[in-house]
């Protein structure tokens, strides 16, 4: 079997799985087994695929055809020009954390030292910050109030924000495949917010920074809940690539 028609039938059935993008996710679990880029693939299609390649191929296919994430797959994902490795235990980082990172890079400046990543699951946030910024000390941790005693500077967290009762009707790549505590964010979506809003008001240092991502139609809620526990903070939200407010900052004053 040659290139060209090892993609070709993978690609036919990832597509009557149900896979968006199927000759584009055929190329690169094909490109990831041969330990060669796309390019390669388009310039080497009449080449024969060896045996053991092939079988491997095709394991993984099957895989994505009951709808496993192709990261998971992979075991490694790219986030923010970084290589993060995941697994069934972590949230699969989204582009719209790259949005979450992007805010603190910009605003951390030389004003803040210690930054707190809560929930950090596959360490993207943190991982991306302590390459930005390498003079920050960053923490990474899960929520707890020991945990915020720590950074008092910035915190940052892109906690589980669906409500409970969407998760079944999400995509089976992240209803089935994805870890429910990275998920499920309580009845309404927000519990861990107000959890974090909670140890927040006496733990950010003047001048501190928190930064959240936030689910869809949550952004008015979490800028609320922000203004409650740290009265007089600057806040703000961001809308990611589709308009949707994604981010919310929360500045405290400077005494
Ligand atoms: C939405 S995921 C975010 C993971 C990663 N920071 C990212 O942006 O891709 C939320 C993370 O918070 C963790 N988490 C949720 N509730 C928690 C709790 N009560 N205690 C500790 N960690 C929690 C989950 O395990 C998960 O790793």
Redesign the pocket.
């Known amino acids: 079997m040659t290139v060209r028609e090892a993609l070709s039938a993978a690609a036919a059935r990832l597509k009557a799985a149900g896979v968006e993008s199927a000759p584009l996710e055929a190329q690169l679990l094909l490109a990831y087994v041969l330990r060669r880029d796309r390019v390669w693939l388009t310039v080497n299609r009449d080449r024969a695929v060896a045996a053991a390649d092939r079988a491997r191929f095709q394991r993984m296919v099957r895989q994505r055809c009951i709808r496993k994430p192709l990261q998971q797959i992979l075991g490694e994902t790219e986030f923010y020009g970084r290589r993060i490795l995941v697994d069934r235990h ?2 699969v ?2 582009p719209e ?1 790259e949005l979450l990172v992007g805010q603190v890079v910009e605003r951390w400046r030389t004003r803040y030292r210690t930054i707190l ?1 809560i ?4 360490g ?2 943190a991982v991306v910050l302590a390459g930005e910024l390498p003079r920050a000390r960053i923490t990474a941790t ?3 109030a020991r945990a915020l005693a720590v950074a008092r500077n910035v915190i940052v967290s ?4 669906i409500p409970t009762a969407s998760i079944p009707g999400l995509q089976p790549e992240v209803a089935q495949f994805e ?1 429910v ?3 499920d964010g309580g009845s309404d979506g927000l519990l ?1 917010y107000r959890r974090i809003a909670e140890g927040i008001g006496t733990r950010l240092r003047p001048g501190g920074l928190l930064a959240v ?1 936030v689910g869809d139609g949550q952004a008015s809620a979490v800028a609320e809940l922000a203004r409650c526990s740290l009265p007089g903070a600057a806040v703000e939200t961001v809308e990611d690539y589709c308009g949707t407010p994604r981010i919310v900052l929360a500045t405290v004053p400077q005494r």
């Open positions: 972590v949230l980082p989204r954390t990543d929930g950090t699951g596959s993207c946030i899960d929520i707890s892109n906690p589980p924000y870890p505590t990275a998920l861990c991502e």
